[in-house]
């Protein structure tokens, strides 16, 4: 990536989940930063440099950059930013009433770092979604997907098949965002949602699909080919 192109992406326009931590860290720093000059304060000024720092780190942490899905149809991609850190098969959240039967799951985890906006991985719709609450380990390990909070979307093809993909809060993560709503129709890559400050997200393949990606592989969300459906 060039120069200009890395600055286009740290920069990129934050998601509009950060608007209430920018303002309000915005409004702290510039507050404190006339008041510690005004009374010669160390602690006020310790306070303005904070609450500036904050401010960089949230233009950061939501920045939402522009992706571009390949231009095939039948295919899975990444629901997030991030690295593979799990694929096994296993049966889809009950809570989605998939069945039993167990299908390859592909887990991604976000760390801090990362580009926290999560896309839909297939062109279907939203069949069901469902919250549930749960425990905030570190989202990297396995029994994160049954014991942390988390929220569960099932998505319906065209042809009938579905995909599953499950929000899932991290050891820090504290709110999960979800934009859309049961009936949804959208396109691959489409933004759906957001979790706050390290997470994970996995995404649950049709019976019979193979992953075509590899643990410890670096993902693009809404970018990264995870299946062909056609396989």
């Not at 994970?200 to 019976?207: E, G, H, K, S």
Request: charged share 20%; hydrophobic share 45%.
């Amino acid at each position: 990536m060039s120069l200009l192109g890395s600055l286009k992406f740290v920069l990129s326009r934050p998601h509009r989940e950060a608007y209430p931590f920018l303002g309000a860290s915005g409004a702290v720093a510039v507050a404190t930063h006339y008041l510690g000059r005004r009374l010669n304060c160390p602690v006020v000024k310790g306070v303005s440099t904070a609450s500036g720092l904050f401010f960089g780190f949230c233009l950061y942490f939501f920045r939402d950059p522009q992706r571009v899905a390949p231009p095939r149809e039948g295919l899975v991609l990444a629901p997030a930013d991030g690295r593979v850190v799990s694929i096994e098969k296993i049966a889809p959240p009950v809570e989605l009433g998939m069945g039993e039967t167990p299908v390859w799951r592909v887990a991604t985890f976000l760390s801090v770092l990362n580009v926290h906006v999560n896309r839909m991985p297939v062109a279907g719709t939203v069949t069901r979604i469902v919250y549930h609450e749960g425990k905030f380990l570190n989202a990297s390990l396995d029994k994160a997907s049954t014991d942390n909070e988390r929220n569960a979307l099932s998505v319906t093809l065209p042809d009938g098949r579905m995909v599953a993909v499950v929000q899932i809060a991290g050891l820090i993560a504290r709110r999960i965002v979800c934009s859309v709503k049961e009936g949804d129709r959208l396109e691959a890559g489409e933004r759906f949602g957001l979790i706050r400050f390290g997470s994970r997200t996995d995404v649950y393949l049709p019976p019979g699909i193979e992953p075509l990606v590899a643990v410890g592989q670096t993902m693009i969300g809404g970018e990264t080919v995870v299946a062909e459906l056609a396989s």
